[in-house]
């Protein structure tokens, strides 16, 4: 009856057609919960919400919510078997208590008639936010633990606490690892009686967030995480526009600020780092408050800036005393094309940054205008239900029992070139073989829950490497749109290859004119193992701590997570998770398991932008970069396997392979038997995975990296300061194919922070910069370490 309503509507009214979203037939499924009814799609409509501004919706989108058995309160900390997508259509959605929120959940509202969330005056003042995200519990911690919470998003919703006196919050988001606020926007209270703000962000190891304007309020956000990548918020009023509560590394692109008293203030003790670029203050008292003392040798409140405008800005940077440090300019504009405080290495150091007029390298074939390209995920409002050519309705079961190889091919070549969109219902795909997607095609996901998932013989074999899904061949050209999909396999797949990436798509050079934009990878990630279904859980892969360099081999589920090769160019990747699970999310306790996989992210294509990634628990290395060339990292994230050094790397993979440059841990580790430069005594493992290792590469730059090494064989009293960091000898490698000096590389790298390594970076054999010059918050953290052939480029 409804939806037959909703045609004559569109039939009778040529203007008005609802979001694809609102209409597309649904039959996403959860096929490893026992509830074959489970429903993914919950539109708060037709769960009774009213949305017209005056009826308390709040029992309606609670009901929309946690229909179903799901995995929320106290009974549940995790699960991937109740994905739910909560949709609301246009409207104002009146709420009297916090919409609370459950694991696995995507908040969507209709981006072409952003809803409204608002609060009516009855809304309590101690309530933590509209959306609380993850509760407190009545034992004092978070429902979900912060750095465990994974798969959600909100987009196109509008938060507006202005009827509420007091104390209002639009957002409460601990959040990790693939997690998004897209395209949203919070209207607060600037009454100074009020103490409103748009997001409150305590914990977590996250995230990103994109494309936010918050208007008013004391405090637009008050983020604190242990890393973070942002890019386009704009803060309209607000008193303070950030307030970094706390911080290993972030980083801010294309942030705005216009009419505040402070913009960003991070003069807290916690602060590690602030990356901020392509970004403007306007009609600010003082656009960033820091903690850092003049003349601080710490790795504390370090600060990189690059490309920002300040106009009618009295003071740039003030001290936590109000003393400024660097003034702007209260009846013009100022520009700072490049600024940092703290410690640089270019390439030895370390020594006092504390000024204006720093020559960052910037690779020109980066940007756009003066700008580093950006593009944030497509929605595709533009198109109706009917331009999305459905999974489901093209014989794939996605039941991840039945063998869908051929039903997936037959989808992308049909979608290839044509004006369709794939689209891939949740449910899991199991697939015998590679699954090809052709040039010239354009995919979406439902609900962060549609899984490719490789099984079988034909992934079995670590001397015969095949993709899951390869995206186009060696040499093609084209584009690719990609989004909202998980890609893994099933078991002991020591051959698969998550993801390879071969395109070439010639997007106009120099310029990445929007009208021949790169291709895009939006929340496209890897997860092997860790969930009902993957064969790779507590019960097949325990941890065995101790046992002496014991694995499973049925355990063993990966050659590498993805590949980007040599033909591929001009590809805009942004927040991705490429994950070997280190935990078992569908277990009560979150028990820790063993899953080994070879290798992380390989890099070796030319124009890649990685905004906002993290790959994490793969045994040789998490990224490393080989001959590439023009590549943007900004807030990169690593974890080094729990097990290491039991047993050490390469094990158990010691078939290695020289045409990907893997590294060989018994050369090098000869090679730093005596080594100049690291700390003298200490016991730190040498054999451990590589965070980041650049091979041959150059103009790559790095804009805020966290390298974290938190255990040895699953202790982690290795990674505090009083241990000496010494979970591992090294975790950041540069240098040339002889393996000695980099000689011919460009690479900046800024705001790097570690944990639990004694070296911060080695080039070629010589360990530049240790954890115990840097030492700032849990991480280690220096402001700019710049390679030798980079150095000799700008003249130091
Ligand atoms: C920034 O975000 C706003 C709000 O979503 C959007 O209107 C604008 O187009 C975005 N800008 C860019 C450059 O993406
Ligand atoms: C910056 O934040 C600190 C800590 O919250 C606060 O005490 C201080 O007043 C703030 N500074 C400004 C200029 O608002
Ligand atoms: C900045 O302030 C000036 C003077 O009050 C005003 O004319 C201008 O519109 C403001 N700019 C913005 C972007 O709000
Ligand atoms: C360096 O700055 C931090 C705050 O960012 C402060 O906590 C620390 O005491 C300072 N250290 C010195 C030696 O001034
Ligand atoms: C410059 O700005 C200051 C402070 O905003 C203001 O008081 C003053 O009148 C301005 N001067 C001119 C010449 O506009
Ligand atoms: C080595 O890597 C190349 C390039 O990816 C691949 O074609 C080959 O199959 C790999 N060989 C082995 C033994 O892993
Ligand atoms: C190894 O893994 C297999 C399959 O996952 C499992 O059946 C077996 O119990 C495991 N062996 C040990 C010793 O844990
Ligand atoms: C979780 O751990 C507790 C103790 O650590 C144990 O009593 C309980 O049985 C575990 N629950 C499950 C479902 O494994
Ligand atoms: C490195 O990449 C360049 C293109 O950027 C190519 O010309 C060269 O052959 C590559 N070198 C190796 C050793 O693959």
Same mark, same amino acid.
């Given at each position: 009856?409804?939806?037959?309503?909703?045609?004559?509507?569109?039939?009778?009214?040529?203007?008005?057609?609802?979001?694809?979203?609102?209409?597309?037939?649904?039959?996403?499924?959860?096929?490893?919960?026992?509830?074959?009814?489970?429903?993914?799609?919950?539109?708060?409509?037709?769960?009774?919400?009213?949305?017209?501004?005056?009826?308390?919706?709040?029992?309606?989108?609670?009901?929309?919510?946690?229909?179903?058995?799901?995995?929320?309160?106290?009974?549940?900390?995790?699960?991937?078997?109740?994905?739910?997508?909560?949709?609301?259509?246009?409207?104002?959605?009146?709420?009297?208590?916090?919409?609370?929120?459950?694991?696995?959940?995507?908040?969507?509202?209709?981006?072409?008639?952003?809803?409204?969330?608002?609060?009516?005056?009855?809304?309590?003042?101690?309530?933590?936010?509209?959306?609380?995200?993850?509760?407190?519990?009545?034992?004092?911690?978070?429902?979900?633990?912060?750095?465990?919470?994974?798969?959600?998003?909100?987009?196109?919703?509008?938060?507006?606490?202005?009827?509420?006196?007091?104390?209002?919050?639009?957002?409460?988001?601990?959040?990790?690892?693939?997690?998004?606020?897209?395209?949203?926007?919070?209207?607060?209270?600037?009454?100074?009686?009020?103490?409103?703000?748009?997001?409150?962000?305590?914990?977590?190891?996250?995230?990103?967030?994109?494309?936010?304007?918050?208007?008013?309020?004391?405090?637009?956000?008050?983020?604190?995480?242990?890393?973070?990548?942002?890019?386009?918020?704009?803060?309209?009023?607000?008193?303070?526009?950030?307030?970094?509560?706390?911080?290993?590394?972030?980083?801010?692109?294309?942030?705005?600020?216009?009419?505040?008293?402070?913009?960003?203030?991070?003069?807290?003790?916690?602060?590690?780092?602030?990356?901020?670029?392509?970004?403007?203050?306007?009609?600010?008292?003082?656009?960033?408050?820091?903690?850092?003392?003049?003349?601080?040798?710490?790795?504390?409140?370090?600060?990189?800036?690059?490309?920002?405008?300040?106009?009618?800005?009295?003071?740039?940077?003030?001290?936590?005393?109000?003393?400024?440090?660097?003034?702007?300019?209260?009846?013009?504009?100022?520009?700072?094309?490049?600024?940092?405080?703290?410690?640089?290495?270019?390439?030895?150091?370390?020594?006092?940054?504390?000024?204006?007029?720093?020559?960052?390298?910037?690779?020109?074939?980066?940007?756009?205008?003066?700008?580093?390209?950006?593009?944030?995920?497509?929605?595709?409002?533009?198109?109706?239900?009917?331009?999305?050519?459905?999974?489901?309705?093209?014989?794939?079961?996605?039941?991840?029992?039945?063998?869908?190889?051929?039903?997936?091919?037959?989808?992308?070549?049909?979608?290839?070139?044509?004006?369709?969109?794939?689209?891939?219902?949740?449910?899991?795909?199991?697939?015998?073989?590679?699954?090809?997607?052709?040039?010239?095609?354009?995919?979406?996901?439902?609900?962060?829950?549609?899984?490719?998932?490789?099984?079988?013989?034909?992934?079995?074999?670590?001397?015969?490497?095949?993709?899951?899904?390869?995206?186009?061949?060696?040499?093609?050209?084209?584009?690719?749109?990609?989004?909202?999909?998980?890609?893994?396999?099933?078991?002991?797949?020591?051959?698969?290859?998550?993801?390879?990436?071969?395109?070439?798509?010639?997007?106009?050079?120099?310029?990445?004119?929007?009208?021949?934009?790169?291709?895009?990878?939006?929340?496209?990630?890897?997860?092997?193992?860790?969930?009902?279904?993957?064969?790779?859980?507590?019960?097949?892969?325990?941890? *065995?701590?101790? /046992?002496?360099?014991? &694995? #499973?081999? @049925?355990? !063993?589920?990966?050659?590498?997570?993805?590949?980007? %090769? +040599?033909?591929?160019?001009?590809?805009?990747?942004?927040?991705?998770?490429?994950?070997?699970?280190?935990?078992?999310?569908?277990?009560?306790?979150?028990?820790?398991?063993?899953?080994?996989?070879?290798?992380?992210?390989?890099?070796?294509?030319?124009?890649?932008?990685?905004?906002?990634?993290?790959?994490?628990?793969? *045994?040789?290395? /998490?990224?490393?970069? &080989? #001959?590439? @060339?023009? !590549?943007?990292?900004?807030?990169?994230?690593?974890? %080094? +396997?729990?097990?290491?050094?039991?047993?050490?790397?390469?094990?158990?993979?010691?078939?290695?392979?020289?045409?990907?440059?893997?590294?060989?841990?018994?050369?090098?580790?000869?090679?730093?038997?005596?080594?100049?430069?690291?700390?003298?005594?200490?016991?730190?493992?040498?054999?451990?995975?590589?965070?980041?290792?650049?091979?041959?590469?150059?103009?790559? &730059?790095?804009?805020?990296?966290?390298?974290?090494?938190?255990?040895?064989?699953?202790?982690?009293?290795?990674?505090?300061?009083?241990?000496?960091?010494?979970?591992?000898?090294?975790?950041?490698?540069?240098?040339?194919?002889?393996?000695?000096?980099?000689?011919?590389?460009?690479?900046?790298?800024?705001?790097?922070?570690?944990?639990?390594?004694?070296?911060?970076?080695?080039?070629?054999?010589?360990?530049?910069?240790?954890?115990?010059?840097?030492?700032?918050?849990?991480?280690?953290?220096?402001?700019?370490?710049?390679?030798?052939?980079?150095?000799?480029?700008?003249?130091?």
């Amino acid at each position: 009856m409804k939806s037959f309503f909703v045609f004559m509507l569109a039939a009778a009214s040529v203007a008005w057609t609802a979001y694809w979203m609102e209409d597309i037939s649904r039959h996403g499924i959860a096929p490893f919960n026992p509830d074959k009814d489970y429903r993914i799609f919950r539109n708060v409509k037709q769960w009774g919400a009213k949305g017209d501004g005056v009826t308390d919706d709040t029992a309606a989108i609670h009901a929309a919510i946690s229909h179903g058995n799901r995995c929320g309160g106290a009974r549940c900390v995790g699960s991937t078997i109740t994905p739910a997508i909560v949709y609301f259509p246009a409207g104002t959605y009146l709420i009297t208590a916090p919409i609370v929120g459950f694991y696995y959940t995507q908040l969507v509202g209709d981006p072409t008639h952003m809803p409204v969330i608002k609060a009516s005056p009855r809304f309590p003042t101690q309530a933590i936010a509209l959306l609380d995200a993850d509760p407190y519990m009545s034992n004092g911690k978070l429902n979900f633990q912060a750095t465990n919470v994974f798969y959600r998003q909100v987009r196109n919703l509008v938060f507006d606490t202005r009827a509420v006196r007091g104390k209002a919050t639009g957002i409460h988001w601990p959040s990790a690892q693939a997690t998004l606020i897209q395209n949203c926007a919070f209207h607060l209270s600037s009454d100074p009686k009020d103490t409103h703000v748009g997001i409150f962000m305590e914990e977590g190891s996250g995230g990103m967030m994109v494309d936010l304007v918050f208007h008013g309020g004391k405090y637009g956000a008050r983020f604190g995480n242990q890393q973070y990548t942002m890019r386009n918020l704009t803060f309209y009023g607000s008193d303070t526009a950030i307030d970094q509560i706390w911080n290993w590394g972030w980083t801010y692109k294309s942030l705005k600020v216009v009419g505040s008293r402070v913009g960003i203030n991070m003069s807290s003790s916690d602060v590690g780092s602030v990356t901020l670029l392509d970004s403007s203050f306007v009609n600010v008292s003082t656009a960033l408050v820091t903690g850092r003392t003049p003349g601080n040798k710490t790795g504390l409140g370090s600060l990189v800036i690059q490309n920002v405008l300040y106009t009618n800005v009295p003071t740039v940077l003030a001290g936590a005393d109000g003393q400024p440090l660097l003034l702007g300019d209260p009846n013009g504009s100022v520009h700072d094309g490049g600024y940092a405080r703290g410690n640089m290495y270019a390439p030895h150091g370390p020594s006092l940054l504390e000024g204006r007029e720093f020559a960052f390298s910037q690779p020109a074939t980066l940007k756009l205008g003066d700008r580093y390209y950006e593009r944030s995920k497509p929605q595709y409002e533009q198109y109706p239900a009917s331009d999305f050519m459905s999974a489901r309705d093209h014989y794939a079961v996605g039941d991840g029992q039945t063998d869908d190889t051929s039903a997936l091919n037959a989808l992308f070549q049909a979608v290839a070139g044509s004006s369709y969109i794939a689209y891939l219902d949740a449910g899991y795909y199991k697939v015998t073989n590679t699954i090809f997607i052709p040039p010239n095609t354009r995919v979406v996901g439902e609900g962060l829950a549609a899984i490719i998932m490789g099984a079988g013989e034909k992934f079995f074999d670590p001397n015969n490497p095949r993709p899951v899904v390869q995206v186009g061949k060696q040499g093609d050209v084209g584009f690719l749109e990609m989004s909202d999909i998980i890609v893994s396999a099933q078991g002991a797949t020591a051959g698969a290859v998550m993801i390879e990436y071969n395109l070439n798509t010639p997007a106009a050079e120099n310029t990445c004119s929007p009208g021949n934009p790169p291709s895009g990878l939006w929340d496209v990630h890897v997860r092997v193992g860790g969930y009902k279904g993957s064969k790779l859980q507590v019960a097949q892969c325990p941890i *065995t701590p101790n /046992q002496h360099n014991y &694995v #499973n081999s @049925s355990c !063993v589920a990966g050659y590498m997570g993805m590949h980007i %090769t +040599p033909s591929a160019r001009n590809l805009y990747m942004e927040n991705n998770w490429i994950w070997v699970a280190d935990h078992d999310i569908d277990d009560w306790n979150s028990t820790q398991i063993s899953v080994f996989v070879a290798r992380g992210l390989l890099v070796e294509g030319s124009r890649i932008w990685l905004v906002g990634s993290s790959v994490e628990h793969h *045994t040789l290395y /998490q990224y490393q970069l &080989v #001959n590439a @060339s023009d !590549v943007w990292m900004g807030q990169i994230q690593t974890e %080094t +396997p729990y097990y290491q050094p039991n047993p050490p790397a390469p094990y158990p993979f010691t078939l290695l392979n020289a045409t990907i440059r893997d590294p060989d841990f018994t050369t090098d580790c000869q090679h730093y038997a005596a080594p100049s430069s690291l700390r003298p005594g200490t016991s730190a493992p040498c054999a451990m995975a590589w965070g980041l290792r650049i091979l041959d590469s150059k103009d790559v &730059v790095v804009f805020g990296a966290g390298l974290y090494s938190f255990f040895n064989n699953y202790d982690t009293s290795c990674s505090t300061a009083a241990a000496g960091e010494d979970c591992q000898a090294r975790i950041f490698w540069v240098g040339d194919s002889s393996g000695k000096a980099a000689d011919v590389l460009t690479v900046e790298t800024y705001n790097l922070n570690t944990i639990g390594s004694v070296s911060m970076i080695t080039q070629g054999k010589i360990d530049m910069a240790t954890w115990d010059q840097n030492r700032a918050t849990f991480a280690s953290t220096l402001a700019v370490f710049r390679s030798e052939g980079a150095a000799r480029e700008v003249g130091v």
